[in-house]
């Protein structure tokens, strides 16, 4: 029964997404990261066989025990957590798609710190405070995260900036979720990158309408699991 609910759950955010991009003119379709923080490996499985490969975290701990759970899988994995600095060693040894959360100058600093512990390129993207809420991390302003991407740039760094993270206030007020949204659009574009990361089982729709290319979706699954 579990496996059938899943599905059911899986078909409608499929038919959802559709939807959306119908609405809003796009051929695109985003990309679902499974936010995996409060699910067991086999609830993570059961969303492998139904296709899901993109897997995220918000804590190093966490990320390493599931990594390690899924050895030889085909998983893309990605970090959208706070990253302590303290942490970041045992968060750049394990093989990351893509980390959402790069947060502030000194993280960037951090990791030109730790360059021996990268393998390749590590894909990052900025995470940016629109909403300016206290219990949210991210740049501040537009104008700090455009100053680090042209760190980024300049100093020659194994990182590559692939585009823009926000999160939406919870809120019923769709205008104040679809201004937030617009922001970090208009900042992917600004920049020219390709990745804007925004999103979450509450308002993963209108997130779709503006533009979103990445679904960060965990609590929705709660429902077939």
């Given at each position: 029964m579990?496996k059938?609910?899943?599905?059911?759950v899986?078909?409608k955010?499929?038919?959802d997404?559709r939807?959306?991009?119908?609405?809003?003119?796009?051929?695109?379709?985003?990309?679902?990261?499974?936010?995996?923080?409060?699910?067991s490996?086999?609830q993570?499985?059961?969303?492998?066989?139904l296709?899901?490969?993109d897997?995220?975290?918000?804590?190093v701990?966490?990320l390493?025990?599931?990594v390690?759970?899924f050895?030889?899988a085909?998983i893309?994995?990605?970090f959208?957590?706070?990253?302590?600095?303290?942490?970041l060693?045992?968060?750049?040894?394990?093989?990351l798609y893509l980390?959402?959360s790069?947060?502030?100058?000194?993280?960037i600093y951090?990791i030109e710190?730790?360059?021996?512990?990268?393998?390749?390129?590590?894909?990052?993207?900025l995470?940016?405070?629109?909403t300016?809420?206290?219990?949210?991390?991210?740049?501040?302003t537009?104008?700090?995260?455009?100053?680090?991407?042209?760190?980024?740039?300049?100093?020659s760094l194994?990182?590559y900036?692939?585009?823009?993270m926000?999160?939406a206030p919870?809120t019923?007020?769709e205008?104040?979720?679809r201004?937030v949204?617009r922001?970090?659009?208009?900042l992917?574009?600004q920049?020219g990158?390709q990745?804007l990361?925004?999103?979450?089982?509450?308002d993963?729709?209108?997130?779709v309408?503006?533009?979103?290319?990445?679904?960060r979706?965990?609590s929705?699954?709660s429902?077939?699991?």
């Open positions: 579990g059938y609910n899943l599905r059911g899986l078909e955010i499929h038919s997404i939807v959306a991009c119908q609405r809003s003119g796009r051929q695109d379709f985003p990309r679902i990261v499974v936010a995996s923080k409060y699910m490996v086999l993570m499985r059961r969303l492998y066989e296709g899901l490969h897997f995220g975290e918000n804590r701990q966490d390493e025990v599931k390690n759970e050895k030889g085909d893309h994995w990605h959208f957590g706070h990253i302590q600095t303290n942490k060693t045992r968060l750049l040894r394990i093989p980390i959402h790069i947060d502030r100058i000194e993280l951090a710190r730790r360059v021996g512990h990268i393998s390749g390129v590590l894909n990052c993207l995470e940016v405070n629109f300016g809420e206290d219990t949210k991390y991210g740049f501040k537009e104008e700090e995260a455009i100053k680090a991407w042209e760190y980024i740039r300049k100093n194994p990182i900036c692939r585009g823009i926000a999160m919870y019923e007020d205008a104040k979720i201004s949204f922001r970090a659009r208009r992917k574009d920049l990158l990745e990361s925004m999103g979450m089982s509450n993963y729709i209108i997130a309408e503006e533009g979103s290319t990445i679904l979706l965990g929705i699954f429902k077939g699991l």
